[in-house]
């Protein structure tokens, strides 16, 4: 099994604050996506990134893709109270029959007023 | 508005009870998964179907079973539930495609406790 771990598990900050989390893995994965997830909801999607190097900007949202394919991190610039969630990210793994996703462990994220 | 749902949102069962969670999915995709998610490891696969009556096995599957008779329903089975699979259930949908290039849909989830 391939693992992502993400850092740190658990964030508290005020809003106006900026942010990373880190995804990182010993494996190399031909693309990456973010979810973020809503108390009582499913993750839902933010961004694929599937270049090594690539950048993507979401408004406040940042991510971007290692060089080498195996890590990713995600900067929230001036966190409001609405990006409170938890923050997935995901390595996509080929099965030869089908896609499927391999899920880091997660970043809890709290902003408050 | 493209829509994943499951038959319960709370479920709390004995131990040794048959368990079925059912996932549908209104938006015609091949790919069906059965995640459960646990504070600290994030999601983790148990099971998922590229077609009809296809399946293959997750990460976890021990303990679990699945069926899809139709491509808009997709079924986890706990044969014998027992205490450590209390856990919030997911089920997720996709296309079938290359290149990892796809987004999964998820249902709002399903908690279940087993007593």
């Known amino acids: 099994t391939q693992l992502l771990e993400q850092s740190p598990q658990f964030l508290s900050i005020q809003e106006g604050e900026n942010l990373t989390v880190y995804c990182n893995s010993s494996?190399?994965?031909?693309?990456l996506q973010w979810y973020r997830q809503e108390p009582g909801e499913g993750p839902v999607l933010l961004v694929t990134?599937?270049?090594?190097?690539e950048v993507k900007k979401l408004k406040r949202l940042t991510f971007q893709f290692g060089d080498a394919r195996k890590d990713s991190s995600l900067h929230i610039t001036a966190a409001q109270p609405g990006d409170t969630g938890l923050y997935l990210c995901?390595?996509?793994?080929?099965?030869?029959?089908?896609?499927?996703?391999?899920f880091g462990t997660g970043t809890r994220l709290q902003v408050t007023l | 508005d493209v829509k994943v749902t499951q038959s319960s949102r709370y479920l709390v069962k004995r131990t040794g009870e048959k368990v079925f969670l059912e996932c549908v999915q209104d938006m015609d995709h091949e790919n069906m998964f059965w995640y459960r998610q646990d504070p600290g490891l994030g999601l983790r696969l148990i099971y998922f179907s590229y077609d009809v009556k296809m399946k293959e096995k997750g990460d976890i599957p021990e303990g679990y079973s699945v069926s899809r008779e139709k491509k808009e329903r997709f079924s986890l089975i706990l044969e014998s539930a027992s205490t450590n699979q209390t856990s919030m259930y997911l089920c997720a949908s996709s296309l079938l495609s290359s290149g990892g290039l796809y987004e999964q849909f998820f249902g709002p989830g399903t908690r279940l406790t087993v007593l």
């Open positions: 995901a390595g996509d793994v080929n099965t030869g029959t089908a896609s499927k996703l391999t």
């Open positions: 494996s190399v994965f031909s693309s």
């Open positions: 990134v599937v270049t090594g190097g």
